[in-house]
């Protein structure tokens, strides 16, 4: 097995058992969707937010609201979704019901791996996931919300319901009144 792979395997391990306390700041790994070697690289088209469908699922993590973007292909043909999660952190923003934008600091993080692409495949087939964590809401509860992500390459924006889980509005916890409230994207 490749020696980076082995390395970036045992620091995933260590992140993911929970050792030491995580912060806002803390270095993710995003994963590696390693093809084996006997199957052939994949090529195909970059998809578009127009082939796209998304829905959030939220959770309370903390004082942090973490929700997961699950993405789906509503297409009848494959397509590459290319996660540039430098690029990604200033993508994804929360929208109220009004259409105007809530208002967060991005948290940027430091990112191992600099690229990784997910194949959709047709008609939700299967779903990838674009984790974000909230927090620091100390303003009046925004509503209904939803997210957006405007996807690199001019492959258009891609909206869906930030509150999915149970129809519930899920807002942080206001930690630090005099501090603005942040969205960080985790992969």
Not at 16 to 26: H, S
Not at 91 to 101: F, M
Request: hydrophobic share 40%.
């Amino acid at each position: 097995m490749n020696r980076s792979i082995v390395t970036l395997a045992i620091i995933a391990a260590v992140l993911l058992c929970g050792c030491g306390k995580q912060t806002l700041k803390q270095d993710v790994v995003i994963r590696l969707n390693k093809q084996s070697a006997t199957e052939p690289l994949k090529s195909g088209p970059l998809c578009d937010a127009s082939q796209l469908s998304a829905y959030g699922v939220p959770r309370t993590y903390g004082n942090l609201i973490n929700a997961d973007l699950v993405i789906t292909n509503k297409s009848s043909s494959e397509c590459a979704l290319e996660a540039l999660p430098n690029a990604m952190q200033d993508a994804v923003r929360l929208i109220r019901s009004n259409g105007s934008i809530v208002k967060t600091q991005v948290v940027s993080q430091n990112v191992v791996d600099v690229l990784t692409v997910n194949w959709l495949k047709p008609k939700g087939a299967n779903a990838t996931r674009l984790s974000v964590n909230w927090g620091n809401w100390c303003n009046a509860s925004p509503g209904n919300i939803s997210f957006r992500i405007a996807f690199p390459y001019n492959k258009g924006i891609l909206t869906g319901s930030f509150n999915s889980l149970h129809r519930r509005t899920y807002v942080p916890a206001c930690t630090h009144p005099n501090a603005p409230s942040t969205l960080q994207v985790l992969q």
